[in-house]
Every structure is written in C-alpha cells, then in structure tokens.
Nanobody, 118 residues
C-alpha cells in the first residue's frame, strides 16, 4: 500500500509560480514512476508530468518549458514547480505512483487545487 499526500496548491495570478509537493509513504518499488496529473473544470484528467526512478522525465506539451518535475528518492518526495502559470492551468492536481514491472499498482493522492486568475 502506498499513500500519497499533495500540498502547495493555492490561488495565483497569471504569470506567477507555484510549487506542489507530494509525500509518498509505504512500500514503493524502485521501478515506480511518479507523476502529476490534473483535472480542470469540466475536463478529463490529463497527464502533466512523470519522473522515473532513473530520473527520466516526461511532460505534456502544454506545460513544457513552464513546469519542472523533480524527485527526492531519499525523502520519498516528488515536486512540481510551475511557472508562467495561465488561467487554463486551473485544475485539481493529483500525485500518482504507478508500477508496471513485476507487481502492478497505481495509487493517487487526494488532489490539491490550483487556481490561476487572469
């Protein structure tokens, strides 16, 4: 079982920055891919960014150059630094932990609201 707790959401003006944090607890395999997803108003959940244990990163085209995902394996933390925020980035942001090698699992945090005002 893996528990994920997000923090750092809030209200920010367009062009501003925010950093989200995700604290992971439990049995996390080294092959786990950590990620950030979001669900905007009236939209489906979409990928924002992922990071593998070897540091490989993947970003949605809509956030490339503006968002940066990072992780601290020793602390079991994952971060999402967001800059150049736009109103369309308004969403609930979810942290995820997914493992597909060996034992499959997928866990989600409860989400943290990010609101970008124009």
């Amino acid at each position: 079982q893996v528990q994920l707790v997000e923090s750092g959401g809030g209200l920010v003006q367009a062009g501003g920055s925010l950093e989200l944090s995700c604290a992971a607890a439990g049995r996390i395999l080294a092959t786990t891919i950590m990620g950030w997803y979001r669900r905007g108003p009236g939209k489906q959940r979409e990928l924002v960014a992922t990071i593998a244990s070897d540091g490989a990163k993947n970003y949605a085209d809509s956030v490339k150059g503006r968002f940066t995902i990072s992780g601290d394996n020793r602390k079991n933390m994952v971060y999402l630094h967001m800059s150049g925020l736009k109103p369309e980035d308004t969403a609930v942001y979810y942290c995820s932990a997914r493992n597909e090698l060996g034992i499959f699992y997928e866990y989600w945090g409860q989400g943290t609201q990010v609101t970008v005002s124009s």
